[in-house]
């Protein structure tokens, strides 16, 4: 069975000044706790480039300081547009993408 | 030169419960040994959500238990086809993501 | 206000032999100093094949040896085509995908 699905990537930076400390988890709690968007998974860069153009990269000396996270997740369309409404204006302009997916559902899968 | 391919995102959990301690290296086995799949990768995650909503983080007390993995890889699609079609049930169901994208292959490249 | 972006993914190892040492950093001086591009990003992941199959694993016996590396990016589809233009044959055939997106952009978003 296939179904369409809508994926998101959300683009953040860890430890992102002001209110952004608790972002990632205002975030989580809105697509988890209050949508329950399927697949959410949180992951971390090793560099990435803020909005000003800094490098922001793991080595030796500097680890793990505002690195990016991305936070990914999938669902049906109209789930995705629910959750993506309730973040209003957490996600920082422009840093929110999605796209549509083919999900392949096996009927026969195990469920773990 | 352009050619159109599929990407496919598989999404699992380390040390998922069952016959799913092995389900990575099951997978990759049906990907890269039997149906040579290009590109195929595996991230790990450091938060996400299980089926049924517990949150799997990795933190200083829980390094990387139950952390999300996600294999991804992308070829031709009729090779990708074969491929999903060779790993029957193993992904749990609505854990496969799959859509179109364009590899952009420069002639020139060097083969390094 | 919704605007269609180009998404690309680029698929390196780390030490890449030969020219590719300093690969990672060749490209993103092309896009980020040279074409600006928006929401570049580096992942690295745990495990992957080489293009001769053999395959990449983080261990604790060989820890970040050969890893694959992910530079993503994403930005208007014309800045996108003249970034990976000016790419030329950096990156080895096949190891460049792109495909469309849609960029969620809130016009009231925090610019934190």
Chains 1, 2, 3 share one sequence.
Do not use: Q
């Not at 972002?23 to 560099?47: P, Y």
């Amino acid at each position: 069975m296939k179904k369409e699905m809508t994926m998101v990537r959300i683009y953040l930076r860890e430890a992102d000044p002001g209110r952004h400390n608790g972002l990632l988890k205002e975030i989580m709690a809105i697509l988890h706790d209050e949508h329950r968007v399927h697949g959410v998974t949180v992951f971390r860069g090793i560099s990435g480039f803020g909005r000003h153009g800094e490098i922001h990269s793991a080595d030796l000396l500097r680890l793990n300081v505002h690195l990016p996270l991305v936070i990914e997740c999938f669902d049906e369309p109209e789930i995705v547009d629910a959750a993506i409404e309730a973040l209003g204006n957490l996600v920082p302009e422009g840093h929110l993408l999605r796209w549509s997916v083919m999900c392949e559902c096996s009927p026969t899968a195990s469920d773990g």
